[in-house]
């Protein structure tokens, strides 16, 4: 019998050069609205310069500098 390997081709992360930098402290105060009903979407990308986009990325753990705020 063979056996089926899967080869799954792995994912390149690039991040724009024009993204703002956000510190550890501006991910924990983006991580405390991750759980609300009603985000206060406008108020944190004008606070932040970021997309609505980027908002959810961080939210779902897809932000690529998640491992510097992911405890």
Do not use: V
């Not at 019998?1 to 690039?14: D, E, G, N």
């Not at 405390?32 to 944190?44: G, H, I, T, V």
């Not at 986009?53 to 500098?65: A, K, T």
Request: charged content about 25%; proline content about 4%; glycine content about 2%.
């Amino acid at each position: 019998r063979l056996a089926t390997i899967m080869i799954i081709p792995s994912l390149k992360t690039y991040i724009s050069s024009r993204a703002s930098y956000l510190s550890p402290a501006d991910y924990k105060d983006i991580m405390q609205y991750r759980d609300m009903k009603s985000k206060p979407l406008a108020q944190l990308s004008k606070k932040y310069n970021i997309s609505n986009s980027r908002l959810y990325q961080i939210w779902r753990g897809q932000e690529f500098n998640r491992i510097q705020w992911n405890d």
